[in-house]
């Protein structure tokens, strides 16, 4: 089994991005990959969370909203919405269903997620299941992407780029899979809020 070491402490095959552009596999610039933010938009919401609700032309509609401990929150007209769960589009086609059932003719509704709070990872892009995962203590990279089900056929193994939060600033880093996986490399701890995208190979 391979070793499990912090982030920092990893040296060789991990390193920090500070450009981006296509480059050959193997090569450490950041590949194509959604902003941030885009890529949160599917990422199932939990408690703590926070997100932005648009509805056109009903200003007292529309505003900030953060999930209780329930993973719900109150909204104008149609009460209290069960939004533990579920991603941004889900919530929208479930806010305009409850607006639409008496309230609101045809109501156009926008959800942003402005805040993940919840204790979770993100595995996106080539994976089998992509999706949001429960953070759990001294969880791995090789960790997540087995819950997320694997690599698709197409996916750029050891060019994986793990975003995260460090001292207030977004952080890129990738991670050779392939060799941490074989324990050539060290195994990477995950922390919650990490993003784990997965890119798909120019090969």
């Known amino acids: 089994m391979s ?4 982030l920092g402490a990893l ?8 450009g981006c552009g296509p480059m050959p596999e193997g090569s450490t610039a950041l590949p194509p990959m959604p902003p941030t933010s885009e890529l949160l938009q599917g990422a199932a919401l939990g408690p703590g969370d926070v997100v932005e609700v648009r509805v056109y032309q009903e200003k007292e509609l529309s505003g900030l909203y953060r999930l209780s401990t329930a993973g719900t929150f109150h ?4 009460g209290e919405v069960a939004a533990d769960g579920l991603s941004a589009s889900q919530l929208t086609d479930l806010i305009t269903e409850r607006l639409r059932a008496g309230y609101l ?3 156009q509704v926008s959800v942003f997620v402005k ?3 919840s204790k979770k990872v993100f595995v996106l892009g080539e994976v089998k299941k992509p999706g949001t ?3 759990e203590d001294k969880m791995s990279v090789v960790q997540a992407i087995t819950l ?6 197409l996916a750029a193994k050891n060019r994986l780029v793990l975003t995260r939060v460090v001292e207030g600033e977004e952080k890129k880093f990738i991670l050779p899979f392939e060799r941490i996986s074989l324990g050539l490399e060290p195994n990477v701890v995950l922390r919650p809020g990490d993003i784990v995208f997965v890119p798909e190979s120019w090969l």
Do not use: Q, Y
């Open 75 to 78: 909204f104008p007209l149609v």
């Open 3 to 6: 070793r499990v070491w912090p």
């Open 148 to 153: 997320a089900g694997g690599f698709k056929a």
């Open 11 to 18: 040296i060789v095959g991990i390193v920090l991005i500070w």
């Open 105 to 107: 003719r045809s109501p």
């Open 133 to 135: 995962f429960t953070f």
């Open 115 to 117: 805040e993940h709070n």
